[in-house]
């Protein structure tokens, strides 16, 4: 499976992007997904993620009310959506996809290590 995010880019503070990743072969087959960042001179960072069935999202503090991460019932396509971007916010960002089985179908996955997938990073910077 590889994974393609696309839809990062410049914008002020207050802005609002969707990113999309979308996987080759045109299914995810992944039994959960979910997104990380990472900021210039910082770890990488967990920001948010869905479980396998679709019914449980859980989000990093700081993009809690601002950010929502979806999937199509296709499976072909996970979006996050950002709103009221911050400079706090400036990262590349990450979609991952998990194929090992799932403890249950509503868990959700928060560590690197619980994908096997990741793509390629999507640049998005904030400006004030």
């Known amino acids: 499976v590889q994974l393609q995010a696309s839809g990062g880019g410049s914008v002020q503070a207050g802005d609002s992007l969707r990113l999309s990743c979308t996987a080759s072969?045109?299914?995810?087959?992944?039994?959960?997904q979910g997104w990380f960042r990472q900021a210039p001179g910082k770890e990488r960072e967990f920001v948010a993620a869905?479980?396998?069935?679709?019914?449980?999202?859980s989000y990093v503090n700081s993009v809690k009310g601002r950010f929502v991460i979806s999937r199509d019932n296709a499976k072909t396509t996970v979006a996050l959506q950002m709103n009221s971007l911050t400079p706090e916010d400036t990262a590349v960002y990450y979609c991952v996809g998990r194929v090992r089985a799932v403890t249950y179908w509503s868990r959700i996955y928060k560590a690197a290590a619980d994908y096997d997938y990741w793509g390629q990073g999507t640049q998005v910077t904030v400006s004030s």
């Open positions: 869905m479980s396998k069935d679709g019914g449980t999202a």
């Open positions: 072969g045109g299914t995810f087959g992944t039994r959960a």
